[in-house]
């Protein structure tokens, strides 16, 4: 297999991948949108919300809220030695309580580990009146977007060119940088392959 960059930014990239097949191409496109782990709010406790927006529309916004990952500090919470009961090891908790008048912005959000933060700081919540507050605990997690789009780290899409090469470009969302992100969907792609190699000689 043979990469070639042809444009890179902050956050987006296109390369010529040769030495792939169309299936293994496809396989790389889909690891990158549904395959890579990254944070997300996936339970909220409400202690107030006297917002227009009702609790569920409130948990919504803040699932699909971008937030920076760490993946060699958090395991999932089923590879986690707590086995799914939710540790410092595979769960963060972002805390909100704001009263009123004004609007809820996602920089506003307390985390126990400043490292798990929004990847934008004006994300806008809800607003609320002087008469209004919003009080909550929320429990971000490491997920995957065949789980929940929550979860989908970036976009990768694909041409095939005459040559038979194929032609990539990748996006992230910033919950990881680029090349974290292309490392991870490039180790879980390889690792697939070796799954495969085993399964064969089996």
């Known amino acids: 297999m043979k990469l070639n960059i042809i444009e890179a930014t902050e956050n987006r990239v296109r390369f010529n991948v040769s ?4 299936s293994l191409a496809n396989a790389l496109r889909r690891i990158v949108i549904s395959e890579i782990p990254t944070m997300a709010i996936d339970s909220v406790t409400f202690h107030e919300n ?6 569920e529309i409130l948990s919504l916004r803040l699932g699909l809220m971008p937030i920076k990952t760490d993946l060699k500090t958090y395991n999932t919470m089923e590879e986690c030695t707590c086995k799914g009961k939710g540790c410092a090891k595979c769960t963060v908790t972002l805390t909100m309580d704001m009263k009123g008048p004004g609007t809820v912005y996602s920089g506003e959000l307390k985390t126990t580990d400043p490292e798990i933060t929004p990847v934008h700081d004006k994300i806008p919540l809800a607003k609320i009146t002087p008469e209004q507050s919003v009080k909550f605990e929320a429990r971000a997690e490491l997920g995957t977007g065949k789980r929940h789009m929550k979860w989908q780290g970036g976009l990768a899409s694909y041409e095939q060119k005459e040559d038979g090469s194929f032609d990539f470009f990748i996006e992230t969302f910033n919950q990881l940088e680029l090349p974290e992100l292309i490392d991870s969907a490039f180790n879980i792609f390889n690792q697939k392959i070796e799954d ?6 089996q």
């Open 196 to 201: 495969l190699k085993a399964g064969i000689k």
């Open 19 to 22: 030495g792939l097949d169309l």
């Open 50 to 55: 006297s917002s227009i927006l009702n609790d």
